[in-house]
């Protein structure tokens, strides 16, 4: 298959239902706030795993959201945060694909010091854990007990206290 592919899945169920498909083509205009990344690397969380599996409740969406990429497009308004060909990581939907976009928003550059594979794995296990601890107001000298301390957001709770 050549050009950009996607991970497609046929039915929810099992994972032997996705399967790469061509990527269907945006407009070549990227609008707004939009972001177009080509995607270097994707973040599989567990509400993929569930997502896929058709245990997920409601309608999730297609799989993929934590990616990282370089930038090929920018929308007008995103146009002062970033710039073609610049490194990034983030959220963007149905980033199982060789190209996503994403809200510029949910986006941040990625430090050289980071990998793509490195990067893609942070923004919602650390977002989550960010916005939690906060809420809880944790400080220093408290105490902290994380539940199922060995998951992605488990283990990025432990290290952010």
Do not use: I, K
């Not at 690397?41 to 795993?49: I, M, P, S, T």
């Not at 149905?94 to 949910?106: F, G, Q």
């Not at 919602?124 to 408290?142: D, E, M």
């Amino acid at each position: 298959m050549s050009g950009p592919v996607r991970l497609a899945l046929g039915a929810r169920g099992a994972l032997s239902s996705l399967h790469l498909q061509p990527h269907p083509l945006w407009s070549a205009t990227v609008e707004g706030v939009e972001v177009e990344v080509g995607v270097r690397a994707v973040g599989l969380n567990f509400r993929d795993v569930l997502n896929v599996l058709g245990e997920y409740p409601g309608d999730p969406g297609p799989p993929g959201g934590d990616c990282a990429g370089r930038v090929r497009g920018v929308g007008a308004g995103a146009a002062s945060r970033f710039a073609l060909g610049e490194e990034v990581f983030g959220v963007a939907a149905a980033s199982l694909a060789s190209v996503a976009r994403a809200d510029a928003r949910l986006l941040t550059a990625r430090a050289s010091v980071l990998s793509p594979e490195e990067a893609c794995t942070l923004p919602t296990a650390w977002s989550t854990v960010h916005s939690a601890l906060g809420l809880a107001r944790c400080a220093g000298g408290r105490f902290l007990l994380v539940h199922a301390g060995a998951g992605g957001v488990g283990l990025a709770a432990a290290e952010y206290a």
